[in-house]
């Protein structure tokens, strides 16, 4: 596609429920990335993909945060047992694979708990 | 010390005229520098990139790095209501697998 596609837009849910949030990297780019943005502040780095593979975990807040890739394209973000601090807008961007090459982000998902 | 450091503004300048937005960071060995701009409830979209001291010139916006001093800036010229978001600065250091680094922006308005 042309951008970075992400979905849902928008998710509400219950605490202690598990979501799931989608991106779809720009064709032609290997790298991608996760970041949270919390209400008010700035952007927050959760995991790196080059490829299917993810050398860079380091941001994942806990373990109830995990991603996966595959096939070099779409990346899936979960978070388990969801609490009200992981409300936030969760922002995914994807890059060319060469280092230092510009990120171009989605439009994000606004994720909230109740 | 943060890593990337932004004045938070708000920043207001006369429709016109020009806004400086400057932004210092912390490590050395930073390689890569990048300035993005973030309508109210809109993701970041990038406005520039920079990799040499000296100034980089694209339409209105040029940047402008000093590695020595550690510091990048943005200038926007002849600022336009439109122009009126939040400016983040972000840097790319070494072995850190490309992840960016961000500042907590600086909130431009560009007044009438």
């Known amino acids: 596609g042309a951008g970075v596609s992400q979905s849902p837009s928008n998710k509400v849910t219950e605490k202690g429920k598990d979501v799931e949030l989608r991106c779809d990297p720009i064709?032609?780019?290997?790298?991608l990335y996760w970041y949270r943005q919390r209400l008010g502040q700035g952007l927050e780095f959760l995991i790196y993909?080059?490829?299917?593979?993810?050398?860079?975990k380091s941001g994942l807040p806990s373990d109830r945060f995990s991603a996966e890739r595959t096939g070099e394209s779409v990346s899936t973000l979960t978070i388990q047992r969801t609490q009200q601090e992981d409300s936030a807008v969760y922002l995914c961007?994807?890059?060319?694979?060469?280092?230092?090459?510009?990120?171009?982000f989605g439009d994000g998902t606004r994720l909230s708990i109740l | 010390q943060k890593e990337v450091e932004q004045n938070s503004g708000p920043l207001s300048v006369p429709e016109g005229a020009i806004a400086s937005l400057n932004c210092t960071y912390s490590?050395?060995?930073?390689?890569?520098f990048f300035w993005y701009r973030q309508y109210s409830g809109k993701s970041p979209e990038l406005i520039m990139s920079?990799?040499?001291?000296g100034d980089k010139e694209d339409g209105r916006f040029t940047a402008q790095l000093n590695k020595a001093s550690q510091y990048v800036s943005l200038l926007i010229r002849d600022s336009q209501p439109s122009d009126s978001a939040t400016y983040l600065c972000?840097?790319?250091?070494?072995?850190?697998?490309?992840?960016?680094?961000f500042g907590t922006g600086t909130r431009l308005q560009v007044t009438l």
């Open positions: 972000a840097v790319i250091n070494p072995g850190t697998a490309s992840k960016l680094t």
């Open positions: 490590d050395r060995v930073s390689q890569s």
């Open positions: 064709s032609g780019h290997t790298a």
């Open positions: 920079i990799y040499s001291n």
């Open positions: 961007a994807s890059s060319f694979s060469m280092v230092d090459q510009p990120q171009h």
């Open positions: 993909f080059q490829g299917n593979s993810a050398p860079d």
